[in-house]
């Protein structure tokens, strides 16, 4: 843009005349010659308006042509923006799902665990059938009385609470030891 200024006041530094009148000299014209100067100065006057019209024009066109190029460059900006803020909420929400279904899946785990830790299993190896209607407890203290009679003369063991292994077997779990 600078260029064409410059190139533009070059170009009207040539075309003017050599020889410019001042206003004494004006005055002293016949009438004849100050129309005439005063009709190639209005001439001149309205080339170069042209002239600066023309690139005034050029000028204003390369601005539309630029802010519609941003206007469609924002609104690109915008479209991908939305986009991504679409999938960001998707991933939340996919993942705030996949976290419900672990605790879930948690829970459940640990409440079966839990079930089969507290279920009373009455299925005993070696102890006879008449005996299985004992209560664990009870049956607890046979088998340590059995294999450990020193230990029961030492400390008075209470039993809490007995439980034996469950029937299920979890595959995820090791097979569990029977008493």
């Known amino acids: ?65 630029n802010q519609s190029e941003m206007k469609n460059t924002i609104l690109e900006m915008k479209n991908s923006l939305e986009g991504l803020n679409s999938r960001v909420r998707l991933e939340e929400i996919t993942q705030a799902e996949q976290i419900k279904e672990k605790t879930i899946k948690k829970k459940d785990s640990l409440r079966d665990l839990w079930g089969n830790i507290k279920h009373t299993n009455s299925c005993i190896i070696g102890i006879p059938e008449e005996d299985r209607d004992k209560r664990a407890e009870n049956q607890f203290e046979e088998m340590i009385a059995e294999n450990f009679p020193n230990l029961k003369k030492e400390t008075d063991i209470q039993v809490q609470e007995a439980q034996g292994t469950s029937n299920k077997i979890n595959p995820k779990r090791p097979t569990p030891r029977i008493l």
Do not use: V, Y
């Open 1 to 65: 843009m600078r260029r064409q200024r410059n190139m533009f006041q070059a170009r009207e530094q040539d075309k003017t005349p050599e020889k410019e009148l001042n206003e004494t000299e004006t005055n002293n014209l016949p009438d004849k010659k100050f129309k005439q100067n005063s009709i190639r100065m209005l001439t001149d006057l309205g080339r170069k308006l042209d002239e600066h019209s023309e690139n005034a024009n050029k000028e204003l066109e390369n601005i539309k042509k």
